[in-house]
């Protein structure tokens, strides 16, 4: 499958922005779908994640600010974020995976990877 995000932006420090990624090609099969981070200088960690039932996971880092949702029909997932911090500053990128077992371990190793969004938050 084909990724592209979009949404990103710069906002201060407890603001929102909602990251969308777009999904074209094979969508016929059970994917595990999740956005991850990486901040310059360090690696890339996983921030949340969805499996194609919809049932989500997080990182602790954005527990209770972070939504990730999905919509099979329309090939679109998306990421809502609120309270944001200036740690969250980041590209973030979408990723696919075929895959029923929707864990970070396996989604580590997508099979697509979308180009990445830039977000920045300001103190």
């Known amino acids: 499958v084909q990724l592209v995000e979009s949404g ?7 603001g929102s922005l909602r990251l969308s990624c777009t999904v074209s090609g094979d969508t016929d099969n059970p994917y595990c779908m ?6 310059p200088g360090q690696a890339r960690e996983g921030v ?3 499996d194609s039932t919809g ?4 990182a602790d880092s954005v527990k209770g ?7 099979n029909a ?5 990421l809502q974020m609120t309270n944001l911090n200036p ?10 995976r075929k895959d ?3 864990m970070w371990s396996r989604l580590r190793g997508a099979d697509s990877w979308g180009q990445g969004t830039q977000v920045v938050v300001s103190s």
Do not use: H
């Open 34 to 39: 999740g956005w991850f981070r990486q901040a």
């Open 87 to 96: 740690e969250d500053t980041a590209m973030y990128y979408c990723a696919a």
């Open 100 to 102: 029923v077992w929707c």
């Open 48 to 50: 949340a994640r969805i």
């Open 8 to 14: 990103g932006g710069s906002v201060p420090a407890g």
């Open 65 to 71: 600010r972070f939504v990730i949702s999905r919509d």
């Open 74 to 78: 329309k090939n679109t997932l998306d």
């Open 55 to 58: 049932r989500a996971g997080y």
